[in-house]
């Protein structure tokens, strides 16, 4: 049995004030094999701390999670992880950091040679290997991480905003290229994003999820990812179903952010 | 006590007085620089370059860059100054200097019975270093009647009590005594000047010739410039009490090398393990946290104690002073380090092992490098200080010694080479760093 198995997952944990908190609660998801699947939501959603449960840093405090037959218990190769600002290794140059997860498990040099040149191709940045990190833009910068994380050939792939910090055009491209990989790789990937337009390009299911207690709100069943591959994704924003696809997700999520600034003020 | 803290107040007005003439003094100097150059450069074309183009830099740090023409400047006039307060023979006389040489005054002496005579006191002054001055000799008649003529040797701005009416004719009895210094009266306590000085008359009518002292510096307290260069090439050449400068600043850079290291060897881990293990956070800490205040200087003595004043003891010292810095640089660098890298390695099939040496090392390097450049200066600092306490070698000890001889120009030596010394461990720390840690503050 393959995939991603989410079994009831719900996470507490009390501050330090007493108060408990339920950060998420009673999660059941199964994400197959190749999947490529986008998490939306206001923030305090608990989706950071759904995707840092998955990638086996933090532990849930009920409930399974089952990773091709076995349980999740901590961080894991099989389980890439692509961090918000890269989370690169500023001492070494860019192909050392590619080569980092192969070298960690004592793969002869030079097939991490040929792995980090095949990997520098896919990504875009031939000539970049020898660069350090602090030399290149934050663009250039999140694609070393996605090649990083490829080079440990991991079956899931776990994206914390991964282009979150970058600008307008470099973002699209990026989205581009995730889509790219994703198709010629057939990894799982499951990204969390705040932009709505970016979780309905990059998700062939798009979770939204609700806050107060962390919890599935919605989920679509979406078909802009695999128009997208290797297509103008303006194109596909002019879609006829992905305007109002948007629309209702921003008004179901501008409702939860009104809910929980009510809530706020009374309390 | 409240005596004393009044005391305290008004000597502290004095300073700041006097703080406020040096910069006046200096702040003038350099103003006038400003002005020359100013008027010499707006021939010329200006800075080129994207900074130039700034039209606001009053409040933008980044386009105050230091002058090198202030800098240079600024070492110059410190050396003029240095020059002129000391009247140095480098350059013109500016400030009168002290009065060298053979000048005379005449005095009027009264005897019991009321009549008067003239003589002459001859002066010689003669420089600090002379030992062998021989008296001046007596000129003319040099006196007229009962009063004879007086000779005197002074060395230069030093005073000397003379009893002009021991030799004079009757001088011993009593009612005799001088009355007038130059035709001008003179009492008990009172000053009169002459020509190159001046006389004072002691409560018991002896004379006090003091030539004058000039404004210049005594070489006491300040030596001029050429007088520290000729004693720097003696002391290179001969060493000072046996030991040669170079072995001096050797052994004090030899115990700052070896305190350091060690205090990095072990101050590292030390600072490694408790940013990784909260047990040995816990059981650390309040050692740390009380050692890192205590100066290292206040611990010279239970040192001594301890370990006597050899180089055991000034090893030890230098190790607790690096041993706190080194320590708490490392637990920083450990803090400092952004978890998702932490959690990247991890994610990417890291061991503990290695992420510990591939990304908890590298990534602590910077701060460890920062706290390496300070407690380097701690170090040189204190190895200095220790030297002044009890050595047998070493830059502190050198100047230590020749202060008690008064051999203020190697004292001044001694400075310039600390300084230097120490200035050139902060130059080397810093190339080392951006060699070693060049994404320092990159991240």
């Known amino acids: ?267 | 006590m409240g005596q004393e803290i009044i005391a305290v107040i008004g000597t502290t007005l004095w300073m700041i007085v006097g703080i406020i003439g040096i910069f006046v003094i200096y702040l003038a100097v350099s103003g006038l620089c400003y002005f020359a150059h100013n008027l010499y450069s707006r021939r010329k074309e200006s800075i080129k370059g994207y900074t130039s183009l700034k039209t606001v830099t009053f409040g933008d740090e980044s386009s105050v860059t230091a002058n090198r023409v202030a800098s240079i400047a600024a070492v110059v006039t410190l050396f003029l100054l240095w020059g002129i307060a000391t009247g140095s023979k480098l350059l013109p006389p500016i400030l009168p200097g002290p009065f060298v040489g053979d000048t005379s005054f005449e005095y009027t002496a009264t005897n019991a019975t009321g009549d008067t005579a003239n003589a002459t006191v001859f002066v010689r002054v003669h420089a600090a270093a002379n030992k062998k001055a021989e008296k001046p000799t007596i000129t003319g008649d040099g006196g007229a009647g009962f009063a004879k003529a007086d000779t005197v040797i002074v060395p230069e701005r030093r005073t000397k009590i003379i009893k002009a009416q021991n030799n004079d004719d009757g001088g011993k009895e009593a009612g005799f005594k001088v009355t007038a210094i130059n035709g001008q009266a003179i009492a008990p306590k009172q000053t009169v000047p002459f020509k190159d000085g001046e006389v004072y008359m002691t409560a018991k009518g002896s004379l006090s010739v003091r030539p004058a002292t000039g404004v210049t510096m005594e070489a006491l307290y300040l030596p001029p410039p050429e007088l520290v260069w000729t004693r720097f090439v003696n002391v290179f050449q001969n060493g000072y009490l046996g030991v040669g400068l170079f072995e001096n600043v050797f052994w004090s850079l030899i115990r700052v090398v070896i305190g350091f290291t060690l205090g990095c060897l072990f101050g590292i881990p030390l600072g490694f393990a408790m940013g990784l293990n909260s047990w040995l956070r816990g059981w650390f800490e309040p050692i740390v946290e009380f050692m890192r205040p205590v100066p290292p200087l206040a611990l010279i003595p239970l040192i001594i104690i301890w370990f006597g004043i050899g180089e055991q003891g000034k090893i030890s010292l230098l190790f607790l002073a690096a041993l706190w810095i080194m320590t708490i640089a490392a637990r920083a660098g450990v803090s400092g380090v952004n978890i998702a890298k932490v959690h990247a390695a991890y994610s990417l099939g890291a061991s503990k092992r290695q992420i510990l040496s591939k990304v908890i090392l590298p990534n602590s390097l910077p701060e460890i490098f920062t706290g390496a450049r300070v407690a380097m200066g701690v170090c040189w600092g204190t190895v200095v200080a220790a030297e002044l306490v009890a050595a047998e070698k070493g830059a502190g000890k050198m100047i230590i010694a020749a202060s008690k001889f008064q051999l203020t120009d190697i004292v001044i030596i001694g400075i310039i080479i600390i300084g230097i010394i120490g200035y050139g461990i902060d130059v080397l720390m810093r190339i080392a760093e951006n060699r070693l840690v060049p994404w320092k503050g990159k991240g």
């Open chain 1, 1 to 267: 049995m393959s995939g991603l198995v989410i079994d009831d997952v719900s996470m507490t944990f009390e501050l330090p004030n007493g108060s408990k908190v339920e950060a998420l609660k009673n999660i059941n998801l199964e994400i197959k094999e190749g999947e490529l699947m986008s998490v939306l939501g206001p923030s305090g959603c608990g989706k950071t701390t759904f995707l840092n449960i998955l990638a086996g840093f933090l532990a849930q405090t009920a409930g399974n999670m089952n990773i091709n037959g076995h349980e999740i218990t901590g961080p894991h190769p099989e389980r890439g992880m692509v961090f918000q600002h890269g989370a690169l290794f500023e001492w070494m140059n860019v192909s050392k950091n590619i080569g980092f997860g192969p070298k960690m498990k004592g793969t002869p040099q030079a097939e991490i040679d040929a792995k980090v040149k095949e990997l520098l191709d896919i990504v875009g940045l031939q000539d970049f290997g020898e660069k350090m990190i602090y030399e290149m833009s934050g663009g250039m910068q999140q694609r070393v991480a996605l090649a990083r994380c490829l080079a440990n050939e991991p079956d899931v792939i776990l994206m914390d905003e991964p282009l979150g910090a970058l600008d307008a055009l470099t973002r699209e491209k990026m989205q581009s290229l995730v889509l790219d990989i994703w198709k010629k790789t057939g990894k799982t990937i499951i990204l969390i994003t705040h932009s709505v337009e970016e979780a309905l390009l990059l998700g062939e299911r798009l979770l939204v999820m609700a806050p107060r207690p962390g919890r599935i709100h919605k989920e679509y069943r979406l078909p802009f990812a695999e128009l997208g591959v290797g297509a103008d994704l303006r194109e596909v924003k002019r879609h006829k179903d992905f305007g109002p696809t948007r629309d209702e997700i921003l008004n179901m999520i501008w409702d939860m952010e009104e809910e929980i600034m009510g809530r706020t003020e009374d309390a």
